[in-house]
């Protein structure tokens, strides 16, 4: 299993980011997709989930109406728009995946998302 990140980079407050993340390894759409974040000196935050279909998604109250979580079965990657972004939004971005057990959960390199005028 890999899950690459990618999209990530510095951005002024208020302005957008597509984040990436391309799936190998296993059947994509079987299994539901998320986005963790971990700012600096914090503990991981969840940030937003989608099902297996690309149904269900949810989202981190912290982000709702701006984030938009989706994917693409076709290419394997699960997407995060991220739109009218805060200084609070900078953090390395993971993706995730978990399959069903502890010993299944797996996570990608992470990419930095920076926000700042």
């Known amino acids: 299993v890999l899950l690459v990140e990618s999209g990530g980079g510095m951005v002024q407050p208020g302005g957008s980011l597509r984040l990436s993340c391309a799936a190998s390894?296993?059947?994509?759409?079987?299994?539901?997709m998320s986005w963790v974040r971990q700012a600096p000196g914090k503990e991981p935050e969840w940030v937003s989930s989608?099902?297996?279909?690309?149904?269900?998604?949810r989202y981190a109250d912290s982000v709702k109406g701006r984030f938009t979580i989706s994917r693409d079965s076709a290419k394997n990657t699960v997407y995060l728009q991220m739109n009218s972004l805060k200084p609070e939004d900078t953090a390395v971005y993971y993706c995730?995946?978990?399959?069903?057990?502890?010993?299944?959960?797996?996570w990608g390199q992470g990419t930095q998302v920076t926000v700042s005028s």
């Open positions: 989608i099902g297996a279909r690309g149904g269900g998604t």
């Open positions: 390894g296993f059947t994509f759409s079987n299994f539901d």
């Open positions: 995730h995946c978990n399959m069903g057990s502890p010993s299944l959960d797996y």
